[in-house]
């Protein structure tokens, strides 16, 4: 930018009102961010930004853009991590142009205003950067914690001898389900249990999907010739399979963890009793 | 030997079993979880001998694929000349069957697959396209 | 075309099915099992599928298939060793294989054909 006829003002500007429009981009970005970011690193990382624009517009280097993106792409990357909003974030970089423009009005410049057109269409693109940047960064956090919940969620331990037990935490969707369904029947497999107790009474509701996929799950496991207790049904959950629709069929289910561990006890032929097997 | 994008004739049951070891090959390469390996595996199968015995032999081709989102795949598109199928709807009812199957070929392959394309013409062929992606 | 060996271990049939299954090897099996177990007098049949990496639904009819036909002859059958992928493509297929008799290993398997406890499959007690 800056080759228009003669010689262009705005780097002139952005040289000598350096001072007073670093400051007025500080207090409009400080305002936005409060307290969340120290006011040095803050002035830091403008001020870093600032001398990287300045080389940008003056023209001729096109490293200057290079490093100014890649800049703003870590400081979008940044915020994006420490849960700062999107606007919060944007604003960062607009503020740049509120803060010179009250400059260009202060000269009355008519080239400077000229200029700053072309300026601020500039910064608007560079907003976009950090837009981006900041996007993917959540996606990416996003999707990080999905793949922790994922693998935090779904523990198979181990009840007794031959019976597991799958205490299922949270909301069930399709992707953890199956999940869940894999890690259960190679368990199986691994230890040999006869037996498994999925236990629902940490899933907040049941919908037609998720029963579905409880069903297949036993189904499966009744395949490998293995058997399923579901526990934790809650009369609110059972009021929902019934209203629902969803057949059960033969599938064995019952109130509490317990009372399932009981049953799988009992189908195993294992008595528990007070006394010593003699 | 590379297995991608690799046709192969279905003229008889052996080639049946080379189009599962096919589509095995493929999926493993792209990095496809075993379960969802055995689901396309498995709906392969199904394809290959509808293809063999109702469609009177044909061919399978088997290619790795990429979507716009730039997510990873395996496609499998089986075609034959023979008859056609005449009632789309009832062949992909679960349980209706031409011959003395199980009705299951159709309709459980559709359901393996993630993405499922039925094309036939009365006394010109069929064209089945299924693609699994990876999770 | 392969065939696939029957091994008769006391009054149980036992069936390792250790490679790819073709339909004509499928078809052929179910006939030499119908014979052996005429020509035994065999009370069980054990089909093992530790090895077998899909079934499909021509294999799936196959076993229910042998479960009545040997059951017909007073022979229960149990298929062993079914792989977690292998079952849940099943399920998801839509074939449940009623009728057959299930177990997560061939030692389980032979001790269901063995000691029939009324106690350990749930549904039965």
Redesign the interface.
């Given at each position: 930018m800056s080759d228009g006829a003669g010689k262009a003002h705005l780097p002139e500007l952005l040289r000598s009102g350096r001072e007073a429009v670093l400051d007025r981009w500080l207090e409009v970005v400080l305002e936005g961010v409060r307290g969340r970011i120290t006011e040095r690193e803050l002035k830091a990382e403008l001020t870093e930004l600032y001398a990287l624009i300045e080389r940008a517009v003056a023209g001729g280097d096109e490293e200057a853009g290079r490093e100014l993106r890649a800049a703003l792409a870590e400081i979008s990357r940044s915020r994006a991590r420490q849960g700062f909003s999107p606007s919060e974030t944007a604003v960062s970089v607009f503020a740049v142009k509120q803060a010179l423009l009250e400059q260009v009005s202060a000269t009355a410049d008519m080239q400077a205003y000229a200029e700053f057109i072309e300026f601020s269409s500039w910064v608007d693109d560079l907003g976009l950067v950090t837009f981006e940047t900041y996007a993917s960064a959540r996606e990416q956090v996003i999707a990080d914690q999905m793949e922790q919940l994922l693998e935090l969620s779904t523990p198979v331990v181990k009840l007794w001898d031959g019976i597991l037990g799958v205490p299922l935490v949270g909301t069930l969707d399709s992707a953890r389900t199956q999940v869940v369904?894999?890690t259960l029947?190679?368990r199986?497999?691994e230890t040999?249990a006869?037996f498994a107790v999925i236990d629902i009474t940490g899933v907040p509701a049941v919908d037609t999907e998720v029963a579905q996929h409880l069903l297949?799950t036993v189904?499966?496991?009744?395949?490998?010739?293995?058997?399923c207790?579901i526990s934790g049904v809650r009369p609110q959950i059972a009021q929902t399979i019934v209203a629902l629709g969803i057949e059960f069929g033969?599938i064995?289910t019952k109130a509490s963890l317990a009372d399932a561990l009981a049953?799988a006890l009992?189908?195993?032929?294992i008595q528990v009793t007070g006394r010593t097997e003699a | 030997m590379t297995a991608q994008d690799v046709e192969l004739p279905i003229v008889s049951?052996?080639d049946?079993?080379r189009v599962?070891?096919l589509v095995?090959a493929v999926a493993a390469e792209a990095g496809m979880s075993?379960?969802d390996?055995?689901?396309i595996?498995?709906a392969a199968?199904?394809l290959a001998?509808n293809t063999f015995v109702h469609g009177g032999g044909g061919s399978a081709r088997v290619e790795s694929v990429v979507n716009a989102r730039g997510r990873a795949g395996v496609r499998l598109v089986v075609t034959d000349n023979g008859p056609g199928i005449p009632d789309i709807d009832k062949a992909l009812t679960?349980g209706w069957t031409s011959g003395s199957?199980?009705g299951?070929?159709l309709?459980?392959a559709r359901?393996?697959a993630d993405e499922f394309e039925l094309d036939t013409k009365a006394g010109e062929g069929t064209t089945v396209t299924v693609t699994k992606w990876i999770r | 075309m392969d065939r696939v060996p029957i091994l008769k271990i006391g009054d149980v049939l036992l069936v390792s099915i250790q490679i790819?299954?073709?339909?004509?090897t499928v078809l052929a099996l179910q006939e030499d099992l119908a014979d052996r177990i005429v020509k035994t007098g065999a009370r069980g049949v054990i089909i093992d599928i530790t090895a077998v990496?899909?079934?499909?639904?021509?294999i799936?009819?196959m076993f229910a298939t042998i479960a009545s036909m040997s059951r017909l002859m007073d022979a229960e059958t149990?298929?062993?060793g079914?792989?977690?992928?292998?079952?849940?493509?099943?399920?998801?297929?839509?074939?449940?294989?009623g009728g057959v008799?299930?177990?997560?290993?061939l030692e389980?398997?032979m001790r269901v054909l063995g000691a029939p406890?009324p106690?350990?499959?749930?549904?039965t007690?």
């Open positions: 369904m894999e029947l190679e199986l497999v040999g006869q297949k189904m499966a496991a009744r395949l490998m010739g293995t058997d207790v033969d064995a049953y009992e189908c195993s032929g | 049951n052996e049946v079993v599962r070891q095995r075993l379960v390996q055995t689901k595996v498995t199968s199904e001998r679960e199957g199980l299951l070929g309709p459980g359901r393996l | 790819d299954l073709q339909d004509q990496d899909i079934v499909d639904s021509f799936g009819r149990v298929v062993v079914m792989r977690p992928a292998v079952a849940i493509t099943l399920v998801e297929l839509g074939l449940s294989l008799r299930t177990a997560l290993d389980k398997g406890l106690a350990v499959r749930p549904g007690s």
